[in-house]
Nanobody, 118 residues
């Protein structure tokens, strides 16, 4: 099992920055991918960014503004968000994928709210 705890959300003005953190605990050795998804009210949950080893992947609308990173020593993933826009407003969820016994297992955090005012 893996537990994920996010922090760092809040209210920020358009053009501002926030840094989200996600601390993983439990069976963290077998985590191969971590990432962030977001969900705005009335919308589906969408991928924001993923990191697997040294490879990263981003939603097109956040490329150049958001940066995902991972500190394996601290079992933590980060999402640095710059030049925030009102359309970035959503609940942001940390995601982890673990490989065990030939199967993948997905885990989610409880979410942290990001609100960007215009």
């Amino acid at each position: 099992q893996v537990q994920l705890v996010e922090s760092g959300g809040g209210l920020v003005q358009s053009g501002g920055s926030l840094r989200l953190s996600c601390v993983a605990s439990g069976s963290i050795v077998s985590i191969n991918t971590m990432g962030w998804y977001r969900q705005a009210p009335g919308k589906q949950r969408d991928l924001v960014a993923l990191i697997t080893g040294g490879n990263t992947d981003y939603k097109d609308s956040v490329k150049g503004r958001f940066t995902i990173s991972r500190d394996n020593a601290r079992s933590t993933a980060y999402l640095q968000m710059n030049d925030l826009k009102p359309e970035d407003t959503a609940a942001y969820y940390c995601y982890a994928r673990r490989l065990a016994s030939g199967r993948y297992y997905a885990y989610w955090g409880q979410g942290t709210q990001v609100t960007v005012s215009s």
